[in-house]
Every structure is written in structure tokens, then in C-alpha cells.
């Protein structure tokens, strides 16, 4: 191996595997789905899907899609993309990966009054 990248989110995680050149690449993707399937048991229990994806350097998107809407606000159409959309085109034969882009998930901010709180007897 050459490097190692991981990149991860609320309900998601990305390993990348970089081999050095000259690397047999069917050899490796095969080692890599050999090691994963020796810890998989080990991972929590709502892990949905590990997918092992092969991809040459060469490798870059094929479609870029921009998606407005004049009556979803940004979190409701990134949802939408999401949850609708982007399984779509993964279930094409020979897409690797669906990226969203300018994408904005929900986000709620608790903002917590110090004094009120302590006028509540938590144990």
C-alpha cells in the first residue's frame, strides 16, 4: 500500500486504499475484500452495506447533475437527492459512487439558558 485515506460522516464512512505502481490490482482488491470480511462481524450491527469498489486513477465522473427546486428549501432537496435520487444511479451496473455536492443536511441547535437550567433537579 501507498497511503491510506478515510473520510467520514454522520451515517457514512469512506476508506480509500492507494497501492503503490506495478501492484496487481485484482491481487489487492481481493486481499482488501478478504480483510474486511474477517472484521465485518465486528462491526456494529446496523452497518447496512460494505462496498468494495475497484477504480483506476483514472477514474472521474462521467455525469454532473445540478438540481435546483423553486419550492424545496436546500436541507428538503438534499434529503430528496439522497434518499430518491442518488440510489438511482447507483443501482446503474458500473457506477461506483454517487457525491453530492452544495449539499446542507437538517441541523438543529439547542441553545440551553445556564441559569433556567439549574431551576431543574437532574440526579
Do not use: W
Not at 40 to 59: F, T
Not at 85 to 91: D, M
Amino acid at each position: 500500500m501507498k497511503n491510506i485515506y478515510a473520510q467520514s460522516e454522520e451515517n457514512s464512512a469512506r476508506v480509500r486504499v492507494e497501492f503503490r505502481p506495478g501492484v496487481n490490482l485484482e491481487d489487492a482488491a481481493n486481499e482488501v475484500r478478504e480483510s474486511v470480511s474477517r472484521v465485518q462481524r465486528q462491526l456494529p450491527e446496523d452497518v447496512e452495506q460494505v462496498a468494495i469498489i475497484r477504480a483506476d486513477s483514472d477514474a472521474q465522473a462521467v455525469v454532473s447533475l445540478a438540481i435546483s427546486s423553486d419550492t424545496l428549501d436546500m436541507e428538503t432537496l438534499t434529503e430528496r437527492v439522497d434518499t430518491d435520487v442518488a440510489p438511482l444511479f447507483l443501482s446503474i451496473p458500473g457506477v461506483a459512487d454517487v457525491t453530492l455536492n452544495g449539499d446542507r443536511e437538517r441541523v438543529l441547535r439547542v441553545s440551553v439558558d445556564p441559569l433556567r437550567l439549574t431551576s431543574f433537579s437532574f440526579p
